[in-house]
């Protein structure tokens, strides 16, 4: 195998998840020559779970960051259509809109707050609404809902493993070298370096490592950077078929996703303390009661996978797009924690075109390193 320093790439991308693969895809889209490194296998991270959750934030107290996953929310769908095209590869996708149970006057309150805000934050015919407990009694219990429940039209769904392997599919058809089990580490004058040693060279190097781009960097800088949040998930198969066209159901941070296989997903935990990344405990099973209370489809259903990933949270929670301080041709881009399948395309969009010395106009000033992280080498 030749090394990479023998055979410079205009872009060497770190870390094969989902921020990672749009970075590689979108580089070769703009004719640049990409090589992906990754240390185990494309989609062993977070990027290889089961959600594939693609929600709005609430539409009051709008900011940079609720704008930026707006277009990623608004644009990801032609951008997945694109992507289809090319690999033969169905992803999943699906607008399918969300339900969020109302159980109590403040929430109704609140509820409607959000509806008025969507009209004037989203775009038509996009909308937060808020609807009576009949419509949906056959997918989210009436129980559940006693003062019925909040209802969107943008929240969509995508199957991450078969949006992982389109992408994967993209990239070889692109010409873009893949290195799996491919370690990278940087050095200590701040270069990366491959498992033999030898040095990465680049025009640009992004580093999209998930969670472990926090461990990587970290020495180099005052404060930590970021940190990953464990969180387990389960498949589940109804005992009858179900209308794999409805809504996500989302309740205080459990989730329940019909998927187009005819099964479901259901997730997740999330915990700041864990000691083996990859194991599933009792803390899932209790998602996976709290899901069967909220769908009756789901009462008998067969539990087929249990899985479990780190997300990668930024310190500060935005996710961090753009050059690192005190590192050469180095950029960051990862913390994409809950929402990295809905922006993800954009954060590749936005790390680019800071390799040309460009200042995407729709990248909040808060997801700049430079405004966020203080490097020991100023
Ligand atoms: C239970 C659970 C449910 C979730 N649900 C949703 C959801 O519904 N919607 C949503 O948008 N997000 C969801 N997320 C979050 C989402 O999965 C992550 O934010 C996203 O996958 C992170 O993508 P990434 O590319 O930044 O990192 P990863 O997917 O973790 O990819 C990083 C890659 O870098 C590689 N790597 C690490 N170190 C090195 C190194 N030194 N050299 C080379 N390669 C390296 C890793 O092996 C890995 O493949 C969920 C996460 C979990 C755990």
Not at 301 to 314: D, L, N, S, Y
């Amino acid at each position: 195998m030749p090394s990479l320093s023998a055979n410079r790439h205009d872009i060497a991308v770190i870390g094969g998840g989902i921020v990672g693969l749009w970075t590689a895809f979108e580089a070769a889209r703009q004719g640049r020559s990409v090589v992906l490194l990754e240390k185990r296998h494309i989609g062993a991270g977070a990027s290889g779970g089961l959600l594939g959750a693609l929600m709005p934030h609430q539409a009051t107290s709008w900011n940079a960051k609720k704008q930026f996953q707006l277009d990623g929310l608004l644009t990801l769908e032609d951008e997945i259509t694109a992507l289809e095209e090319l690999t033969g590869i169905d992803t999943g996708y699906r607008r399918c809109g969300r339900l969020m149970p109302i159980r109590n006057a403040e929430k109704r309150r609140k509820s409607d707050e959000w509806a008025g805000a969507s009209h004037d934050a989203w775009p038509y015919p996009y909308r937060w609404m808020v609807a009576e407990a009949t419509i949906y009694s056959d997918w989210l219990s009436p129980d559940e809902m006693p003062l019925g429940t909040n209802a969107d039209n943008l929240s969509a769904r995508v199957d991450p493993r078969n949006l992982v392997a389109a992408l994967r599919k993209a990239l070889e058809l692109s010409g873009v070298a893949i290195r799996e089990e491919t370690t990278i580490l940087f050095d200590d004058t701040r270069k990366p370096l491959l498992p033999d040693g030898t040095p990465v060279v680049a025009g640009h190097v992004v580093l999209s490592a998930g969670w472990q781009t926090f461990g990587l960097v970290d020495p180099e800088f005052a404060e930590p950077t970021g940190r990953g949040v464990k969180g387990q998930a389960a498949l589940l198969k109804p005992a009858q078929p179900i209308d794999t066209a409805q809504p996500i159901l989302y309740d205080n941070g459990t989730y329940v996703i019909a998927h187009d296989s005819g099964l479901v997903a259901v997730g997740s935990t999330s915990e700041d303390a864990f000691d083996d990344p990859a194991s599933v405990d009792e803390k899932l099973d209790a998602v996976i009661d709290r899901a069967r209370l909220l769908c009756p489809a789901l009462v008998n259903a067969e539990v087929v996978e249990k899985w479990a990933g780190i997300r990668p949270r930024a310190s500060g929670r935005e996710p961090l797009v753009g050059p690192l301080p005190g590192f050469a041709n180095t950029l960051i881009a990862a913390g994409g924690f809950k929402i990295s399948f809905a922006i993800a395309h954009l954060m590749a969009k936005a790390v680019l075109a800071q390799t040309d010395d460009a200042n995407p106009a729709f990248l909040p000033d808060i997801f700049l390193p430079k405004n966020r992280l203080k490097s020991l080498h100023d």
